[in-house]
């Protein structure tokens, strides 16, 4: 939760992760099912609406739909509602699929069956990078063993906070307050548990900017932050 009782942006990609899980699981194909085949979706991009803040308590209901797959990405829509209706958030995300979070692996003909709306086509987007500029002030960023998931990687919501913070560091703690706000983050390279990295954001032509990178320069994530619904994608 944020201060003010206000739930942080990376609790709806909680959600989404959660809902995604509970959905495969549903259809049959449950966590030990990706385990025992060493088989794993990565989150590769997402483009998330905070319309209002959940409070504490709230209850809230969460949809999710399968829009499309192409090769090894398949994409996702999610909702969270209030009782009576009211968005919360909003989320369309591109999962890509991995054998054991490394290499690529092609989705399974055998998932078209459960999840029909696989057999849609979708087209890979890419979110445009924008260079830090020279005289934005990095950070060092250390990623903790809480921070990790199964494979030892940086969980995907791990890096929306981080997000938030370099935002508010820079000055922007009213655009990561405010409503409606929109990200749009894009996943490079997974981050190990111990790893030190540097991350900096900065405002260009109403938009915060964010990038997070090894301390060679190697590209993690970048992503950008704005108020409003970002409908350029």
Not at 15 to 42: C, D, I, K, M, N
Not at 201 to 213: K, P, S
């Amino acid at each position: 939760m944020r201060s003010g009782g206000g739930a942080r942006a990376s609790t709806y990609l909680r959600y989404l992760q959660e809902l995604a899980f509970a959905h495969s699981a549903a259809l049959g194909y449950p966590l030990s099912w990706y385990e025992t085949h060493r088989l794993f979706w990565l989150m590769r991009r997402v483009h998330l609406v905070v319309h209002s803040g959940a409070r504490y308590g709230e209850d809230l209901l969460c949809t999710t739909q399968v829009l499309g797959m192409r090769r090894v990405l398949a994409r996702r829509r999610n909702t969270v509602r209030r009782a009576d209706g009211a968005p919360v958030a909003e989320a369309v995300a591109d999962w890509i699929f991995t054998h054991d979070g490394a290499a690529l692996a092609r989705v399974p003909d055998d998932f078209a069956g459960a999840f029909p709306s696989l057999e849609e086509a979708l087209v890979p987007s890419s979110l445009a990078e924008r260079p830090a500029p020279t005289q934005a002030a990095w950070e060092s960023v250390h990623i903790r063993a809480s921070d990790a998931d199964a494979m030892g990687h940086a969980n995907h919501t791990v890096y929306i906070d981080l997000l938030d913070d370099a935002v508010t560091r820079a000055g922007g703690a009213e655009a990561v307050a405010g409503h409606p706000r929109a990200y749009n983050l894009q996943y490079h390279a997974p981050a190990a548990a111990g790893a030190v990295l540097r991350d900096v954001a900065w405002h260009e032509a109403g938009v915060w900017w964010y990038r997070l990178e090894t301390t060679e320069g190697r590209l993690i994530v970048h992503g950008r932050l704005l108020r409003g619904r970002d409908v350029s994608g």
